[in-house]
């Protein structure tokens, strides 16, 4: 494409929807596909004569947050005003935190490729209302104030990333572990989650580093429009430089949005005195000192955070870094599996058993793990049968199904299905001789060691299967079949 | 230091306060606001460098409420005093420039 | 007679409040087409409420500590009945769907709401000549203005157009139309009084109080609206600031008072309110109390800094008249950005306008620093003052405005005169702390003199006492506007 060197930096700007009953600074209930309006109270239509409440709730999710970012958690913060004119914003102004928010100078870590990490710096974490909608027919617009007043949690990264890779799996890990500490459903779908992120590239260019102006793209609202953005940016911003040479100067950072049906940002409109906020400290609520025991309980909520948990699972329990990726999905998921390994699991086997089977019966219920019916005991009971052979692994999918539809352990559903594996090596001596006895060529193909010796071992092995319905276990006859014919 | 108000700054802080004024009240508010600010300037002859600013009288932080929810007004109550409605919408003339 | 008088009369059925709320607007009838206090009223509704109070008296039933009794509210207290216009076109139809606090107060407490008073648009004048919807004059002299801008309530209760009345005070809307008016006017400490369901001017600084013929009655309005609420994030604690029974001893004077005076002050205002000052001075050494010198060496920058500040945070409040939500909306906008502009300039007043002009620069990048900020310090010094003061004394005493009731017209085109003029009680109104004005004498022209008292933060219950000291020896407060046939 081009002989320059490039480096790509982006930082991101995450707005996320914290799962509180009510919002922010008024009782009103928060709720998705309510009926347009109906979730509105004089305060959060800013009524002239209304003052806004604190959310306690919120705010220990946005504290709990900021813990896991790893952020200084501000002794003494306060709400601030932020000014500027738009239909679905019924005051005019948002409040916000400005100069002290609740929390920064944190960081993430994201997982990149071969099962590393990367730091990702986080510069500040804040809390805020969320503006409602506007809904855009051919003539006119309409405004929706039900999500108006909602609490936003604000995080702003350093421009750390620098591959759209990164940035994607900054917003999947920051969506893992909001909902890991159950602060934020995370619903991509109900727009939970929005992202900015800002672009720009240092090219060089006869020696001399030459940085290119800073683009932000608004309010994307999943994966794919943030990886896909980011990388159009990449190659606009190089073919403008190209062209025009234009480098980052005061003000000349630009806004633009993401054409999802063309897959390009296109620049919006300018508005000269867009960005003039007016911040100014919020007169109807008082400051918010976190500190002390209130801190150290909010503290004592945090959790393994995802990625360490997944990080763990792979050092710990030699799973892959795809299984534990996917037992870690969710938190429900993880403990369940940590709670069956407690029971006595082998855990790659338990993993195995979740991943192919469990997530997929709990994803056709629509509930977790944990939520099939199936107690850890069970589970590791089943786990451990495998192991022992006492069941062959294909027969423990069966009845695990059976224990989520009927609740019976492992042990009494294998008998009922009769799928107790036979380990019992006197037993199956017997039932090897009675096969040499009955196939003396194929006993002959084998300790010739010839050609044709691996399928007559397989033949062998077939007949054993065969004479006890399939229920021998593998390994034992094997190992029976290479004493007797070697 | 601040510079004295000119009728450019006072056009551009009509368009940031949303408010359509006309020429001779433009002229009239600069004139006004001039004086006005230039008796603020009385301000700057305190030195205010080691002074704490000021926004609250109160002694009080931490004012919180339990995330109980309480009954919303309803679509009609809400839109009822809406200078232009659409069904259960308020109605704007269509923006153009979403941010 | 009193709020209080008329409350006890009906407790004790010797005045029925039908008969009394009938005198009312009798004298709303008569008088309001010249004194022009209400922006609008409620006779049916006032009727019905007196009939009922008085059924419930009659059986024995229990009632609230106002019933019965007739009182104005001022417009910018958001009500269910009626409209809520803070005297402009912006809402001149606008229907509130919630009541006040003060409101739900007033009407647990059985009062009978006669109407919503008039005031200068959205609280921003000194004389309710910036109303945006009518006229309201002095009623000793209809040829000026009653004050501002809880003018209305000033002029209702002083015109015997209702009993007591509610007004809001950022700057001194409450204490100068009280002394213009010659009737009392109570600024609490900030945090006293709910603030939920007033129209917001300066949040930091806005505050509702009573505005009564006597001292008593402020207390016992004082008794129904004080107190914390929930609503409102500003509003002070039991546990902070316990609220207490204004009444209760209210007649006992203060024992070795200590008063402090700033001598510049006192000398300061028209000869003739020098001279009122004076003499309260003297009454109040006659009960014994020590006058004692004080300093406010910040005082000078109030105006400065309230000036800043109040118009900041009234810019940003104001910016939800936008003519989408509610509110007036501009008949054919090009674009939704007209809606705004073309709406807001329709709809709000010249002050108004000009007063969101200058918060909006105070507050614009590049300037902020040097306006917002440096107001906020000020104000910090200006507390510091009053701090230090109120340690060598209980109570600061000095005028209310430094002139009588000026004629219609007159400031009107000056708007920093206008604002001069509130030199005397801005700065209670930046440190936060309680303030009333009674009334102490009257001028050659026969018009009313206002006497401030200032007290420390929650101190409401000693600043009512030390101001009935006064009126117990004095029959200033008996005094009323000869009213024209």
């Known amino acids: 494409m081009s002989n320059l060197q490039y480096k790509v930096v982006v930082g991101l700007e995450i707005h996320v929807h914290l799962c509180t009953k009510t919002k922010m600074f008024c009782a009103c209930a928060l709720e998705y596909g309510a009926i347009p309006n109906s979730r509105v109270c004089p305060v959060c239509l800013g009524m002239p004569g209304v003052l806004p409440v604190m959310n306690k709730q919120a705010l220990e999710y946005a504290v709990l947050a900021a813990l896991a970012l790893n952020c200084k958690v501000a002794e003494f913060t306060k709400w601030d005003r932020k000014s500027y004119y738009y239909p679905d914003l019924p005051k005019n102004y948002q409040i916000s935190q400005y100069d002290l928010p609740l929390g920064a100078q944190g960081f993430i870590e994201i997982p990149v490729e071969n099962g590393q990490s990367k730091k990702i710096r986080i510069q500040r974490v804040h809390l805020e209302e969320d503006a409602g909608k506007n809904l855009h027919t051919a003539g006119f617009s309409q405004v929706d104030l039900n999500r108006a007043g909602a609490p936003l949690l604000e995080i702003v990264t350093e421009p750390d990333m620098n591959i759209s890779a990164e940035v994607r799996a900054l917003a999947v890990e920051l969506q893992r572990m909001v909902r890991y500490l159950g602060v934020s459903e995370a619903d991509m779908q109900k727009g939970h989650m929005r992202f900015e992120p800002n672009i720009n590239l240092v090219v060089t260019k006869d020696g001399s580093e030459h940085k290119t102006p800073i683009a932000e793209v608004k309010n994307l609202n999943s994966f794919r429009a943030l990886e896909r953005s980011v990388d159009y940016e990449i190659r606009r911003q190089l073919d403008d430089f190209q062209q025009s040479g234009e480098v980052m100067q005061m003000g000349n950072k630009s806004t633009r949005g993401w054409d999802d049906a063309n897959e390009v940002t296109v620049l919006q409109r300018e508005k000269e005195e867009a960005h003039d906020y007016r911040y100014f400290p919020e007169p109807d609520l008082v400051p918010v000192e976190v500190k002390g025991q209130w801190l150290e309980d909010i503290r004592g909520r945090l959790c393994e955070l995802p990625l360490k948990k997944q990080m763990r699972y792979v050092e710990q329990y030699k799973l892959s870094d795809y299984d534990a990726g996917v037992l870690t999905a969710e938190r429900s998921t993880a403990e369940f599996f940590e709670q069956v390994v407690k029971e006595g699991g082998e855990p790659k086997r338990v993993c195995n058993l979740l991943t192919q089977l469990g997530l997929k019966l709990a994803n056709e219920r629509g509930c977790g793990v944990a939520e099939l019916g199936v107690t850890p005991k069970n589970l590791a009971q089943l786990a451990q049968m495998v192991e022992a052979g006492e069941t062959s692994a294909g027969a423990s999918t069966s009845i695990f199904e059976e224990m989520v539809k009927t609740g019976k352990e492992p042990q009494v559903l294998a008998q009922e299905l009769n799928l107790i594996q036979k380990s019992d090596v006197g037993e199956l001596e017997a039932i090897v001789e009675q096969v040499f006895k009955e196939n003396p060529k194929a006993v002959e193909d084998v300790k010739s060691g010839g050609k044709k010796s691996k399928k007559a071992r397989s033949f062998l092995l077939g007949q054993v299967m065969q004479k006890t319905k399939g229920r021998a276990n593998p390994k034992v006859v094997s190992k029976i079949l290479s004493e007797k014919l070697s | ?99 | 007679m009193s709020c209080k008088e008329l409350r006890d009369g009906i407790a004790a059925k010797e005045i029925k409040s039908v008969a009394a709320t009938e005198a009312v607007f009798s004298a709303i009838d008569k008088y309001e087409p010249m004194v022009g206090a209400y922006i609008s009223t409620f006779k049916e509704q006032a009727l019905a409420k007196a009939k009922e109070v008085d059924g419930k008296i009659a059986a024995g039933e229990a009632v609230g500590e106002l019933a019965g009794v007739p009182v104005a509210i001022k417009d910018n207290l958001c009500t269910t009945f009626g409209t809520t216009t803070c005297a402009s076109k912006i809402l001149e139809n606008f229907h509130s769907p919630y009541n006040a606090t003060v409101i739900e107060k007033l009407l647990a407490a059985d009062a009978v709401i006669v109407g919503k008073t008039n005031m200068d648009e959205f609280a921003m004048g000194s004389s309710t000549e910036n109303s945006g919807l009518k006229q309201t004059v002095n009623p000793w002299d209809t040829s000026r203005v009653p004050g501002g801008s809880s003018g209305g309530s000033a002029a209702a209760v002083a015109g015997r157009l209702c009993f007591a009345a509610l007004g809001s005070d950022t700057g001194g809307s409450i204490r100068q139309p009280a002394s213009l008016c010659g009737v009392v006017g109570l600024k609490p400490t900030y945090g006293r009084i709910s603030r939920y369901g007033l129209v917001a001017y300066g949040s930091s600084l806005d505050q509702i109080g009573p505005v009564t013929r006597t001292v008593s009655d402020c207390a016992l309005m004082m008794n129904v609206i004080a107190g914390h609420d929930e609503k409102d994030s500003t509003s002070v604690s039991e546990s902070i600031a316990p609220v207490c029974n204004y009444l209760e001893k209210l007649d006992e004077p203060i024992s070795g008072l200590k008063i402090g005076v700033v001598p510049e002050f006192v000398a300061g205002g028209e000869a003739d309110v020098q001279k009122a000052t004076a003499e309260a001075i003297e009454v109040y050494k006659k009960l014994g109390a020590e006058i004692v010198e004080i300093e406010m060496p910040h005082f000078d920058y109030a105006i400065s800094a309230y000036y800043v500040i109040a118009t900041a945070e009234a810019s940003s409040n104001l910016a939800r008249y936008d003519g989408v939500h509610y509110g007036h909306r501009t008949e054919r906008p090009a674009d939704y950005i007209e809606v705004y502009s073309k709406s807001r300039a329709e709809g709000f007043g010249k002050e108004v306008k000009r007063r969101i002009m200058l918060g909006t620069y105070a507050l614009s990048s590049g300037y902020y620093d040097a306006y917002y900020l440096k107001a906020l310090k000020v104000r910090n010094l200006i507390r510091g003052d009053f701090t230090r003061a109120f340690e060598k004394c209980e109570a600061i005493l000095m005028p209310v405005s430094p002139t009588t009731a000026f004629r219609l017209g007159e400031k009107i085109d000056d708007p920093l005169q206008m604002y001069l003029s509130d030199v005397y009680t801005i700065a209670a109104n930046l440190a936060g702390i309680p303030g009333i004005s009674i009334p102490c004498g009257f001028d050659e022209s026969g018009l009313p003199i206002g006497l401030q008292i200032l007290a420390p933060a929650f101190a409401e219950e000693k600043l009512l006492r030390i101001a009935r000291m006064f009126e117990m020896q004095t029959d200033w407060h008996q005094k009323k506007p000869a009213m024209p046939k």
């Open chain 2, 1 to 99: 230091m601040a510079k004295r108000i000119d009728e450019a700054l006072v056009r551009k802080v009509a368009k940031l306060a949303r408010l359509e004024l006309a020429d001779s009240e433009i002229e009239e508010f600069t004139a006004q606001l001039s004086a006005i600010l230039d008796y603020m300037e009385k301000m700057n002859e305190l030195d205010t460098a080691d002074v704490e600013p000021l926004a609250h009288c109160l002694p009080i932080s931490n004012i919180l409420r339990d995330d109980g929810i309480k009954a919303s007004l309803g679509t009609e109550k809400t839109l009822a005093n809406a200078p232009q409605r659409d069904g259960e919408f308020f109605k704007v003339p269509k923006i153009l420039d979403e941010i």
